[in-house]
């Protein structure tokens, strides 16, 4: 089946999924009136908001779009009670994303990861928000907390 990539607002189709990302990153900088820079060659983008970059991972093979902000290492001392604090705020603090370890990097990260057929521009911008807020919100603040 051939996915169909069409934002609802707009009704505007898009030829595939990195196209419609790269117009939503372009809407996006225009509202923000920052320009952002386009996916690369492998589907990637950053975007600074607050002190947190959130990196956009646009996965064609799998079919998803991964939003993904690094929050700290993940320190070698008190593990269990960071693990347990984050998985806690995942409950009812993180809305539409949550807080995930980067195994091969060592690290806590926020993400949120969705389907790329059917996004519309106002989950993207949604995402990308929630994803930033998130990090933002509680990066000093864990780093303090756990090191």
Do not use: H
Request: proline share 2%.
């Amino acid at each position: 089946m051939t996915e169909v990539y069409q934002d609802r607002a707009t009704s505007r189709t898009y030829v595939d999924a990195r196209e419609m990302v790269n117009d939503y990153l372009r809407r996006f900088g225009e509202q923000i009136r920052t320009p952002l820079q386009s996916l690369d060659d492998s589907g990637y983008t950053g975007v600074k908001r607050g002190s947190a970059t959130v990196g956009i991972n646009v996965i064609e093979d799998s079919g998803v779009i991964l939003f993904l902000s690094r929050v700290m290492p993940i320190p070698a001392q008190r593990r269990e009670a960071l693990f347990q604090k984050v998985l806690a705020l995942n409950f009812l603090s993180t809305s539409d994303a949550a807080f995930a370890i980067d195994e091969k990097a060592s690290a806590l990260c926020v993400r949120a990861m969705r389907r790329l057929s059917g996004l519309d521009y106002e989950e993207f911008e949604d995402l990308l928000g929630t994803v930033a807020a998130v990090a933002d919100q509680w990066d000093d603040r864990l780093k303090k907390e756990f090191g």
